[in-house]
């Protein structure tokens, strides 16, 4: 079967691509897998993609190379439209909005054309209009299902699928360095002030303990004076972007996510797949539709001094490393569900019954 | 033949040990490969007869007579003329371990490690004995710098050694100054004005190399941060600047972390 994932780009440092390019791994197994990518920002994707996922790329927008229509949304939408028109696959995934409407006006009808969606749904006009074309949609979170359900009114199938981790063995914490990790772009709904103001607090307390920040992102100067102002220069680390961040997790004992709203949270699965704990705040949309308090992780609830909450909750798993490693054990069991064979086998389903093919 | 490294750890004795889960029982004529990334170097270890056919292997190979060159090692292992890498999921040190391991008086290192890409990988140095920083700041008008006594055989224990802290420029051998520093077991800690600094050259801008003369340890030890598995800390930890009569300084590492303060421009 040929399957078609339809990307805006792939070369980026998100969750979203890293979930793609996961789904693609697995799938190539037994299919004919293409990414297809809007848009091509660098030489390489930032993510190591499989070498039996075929890789395109609709417009280039690397620095110095020349095109003949103007650049801009005019180039890209032209050049989707040419693809969409003429495409040659059994499956069409879109993992936009944006894309899923253009999927749903164009690609031949005879493609399976599946929306994959993580936020919550935009601007409802095209979307009500042009997604009863589609086959099915496919949200990846509970809260998100049922937002999508309500938007379309059953008039398109809203699954459930949740996002894949790459295919094993995953590393394995030992949960004997003192670090807290914390990864994703420094943006700032991921609000890592509030996390690095906690940690001055844990620092002040247990100053052998370290926090390790991985990724990169524009808000990295105001942080980085925000760790001098409060003098924790010694303390926190930052990481800088790695592929492998489930292996720099492995090497830390608790993770630490700070979002506001993490409508994806492939962080917080992979650091249960590395066998370490979540601490993150329970607010609506954040990290607890994937830890359970007490089970997986820990969940700090919003407002008040969230701040002193949320320090005293890395306190209280430093000081306990027994209840650090019980959490960690039922984070391994959370993470089990998220294995890309499972992942594979209910799109395959989901796949067939839209189709009736398979 | 699917091998994954479940543990995987260089002992004090400079014994790589590993346990391994593997689909096939190692057999007598498995061995396990080392392989210089950058070369063609390469080194076979014979596993031996194992004791019994299990699917859990417990494997413990000495790594000083093989003469590993520095550098990184990949490992594999190899039976019937087919090479599988070794994959892992341990990542393979940790860093108590790390500073435990610095205790002993030693001119190369070793390090297992994960790579990125999820395989087990060996990392050998040339080391000479050093101090380690763990802490910089600038409190009250002077900079001071904490750490550990790193491959200088000293025992960690309460006893004190006399030590002092000196500071050097390499593109001006005459200017240098140096305070008296603390060095109890392997722990150090120095502080030394800022105006000092400032005033040991003030005409022209510079790096100074920071250098700690212990009694009985025979060269100065270089101030550097190498302990861990972070590289590059230049880039990873930026210290605050201090400005002393308008003139700003900064300690800051190079590109090979060791320790240097900036002063001026």
Known sequence: MRICLLVPSVDGMRGDVRSVVNLAGELAERHDVEIVSVRRHRDRPFFPIRAKVRLSWLVDARPGVRH???AGEMRAEVALWRRLRGLRADVLITTRPGLSVQAARHAPRETVRIAREWDRPPVPGPIRRFY???DAVVA?????RAEWERLLEGEVGVRLIRDALPAGPWPRSRMDNRIVAAGGRWVPVKAYDRLIRAFAVVAGKRPDWRLRLYGSGPEEKRLRALVADLHLHNHVYFMGTTPDLGGEFAKASIVAVTSRAEAL????????????????????????????????????PEGGDEVGAYAAALLGLIDDERRRRELAAGALEAAAGYGAPAVAERWEKLIAETSGRL | ?????TDAEVTLADV????????DPLTEDTELVLRQRSGEAECRVPLGAPGARARDATLAVSLAPLALGPGRWDAYLA??????????????????????????????AYRAYRTQGGYLALKVDEVRPAAEVRAVWFREGRFEVTGLLAFTGLEDDESRHE???????????????????????????????LCDVVDAAPARPGLWEPELEVEGLSGPLRLAARLDDVDGKRRRLHYPAARIDGVPIKPCYTPDDELRIEVGA
């Open chain 2, 79 to 108: 039976r019937d003329g087919a090479r599988t890498r070794l994959r892992s999921v341990d990542p393979g040190f940790s860093l108590d371990h790390l500073d435990a391991y610095a205790l002993g008086r030693r001119t190369r």
């Open chain 1, 265 to 300: 949270g492939m962080t917080v699965i992979e650091a249960m797949a590395s066998g370490v704990p979540v601490v993150g705040f329970g607010g609506a949309r954040g990290p607890g539709e994937f830890v359970v308090d007490g089970r997986s992780g820990v969940l700090v």
């Open chain 1, 132 to 134: 009863p074309r589609l």
């Open chain 2, 163 to 193: 030590a002092r802290l000196a500071l050097r420029r390499s593109d001006d051998p005459d200017a240098g100054l140096s305070v008296a520093a603390t060095v109890q077991g392997v722990r150090f800690h120095a502080a030394l004005s």
């Open chain 2, 16 to 23: 790589l040990s590993l346990r391994l889960a593997i689909d």
């Open chain 2, 1 to 5: 033949m699917r091998a994954v490294v």
């Open chain 1, 140 to 144: 990846a979170t509970e809260s998100g």
């Open chain 1, 68 to 70: 003949l229509l103007p």
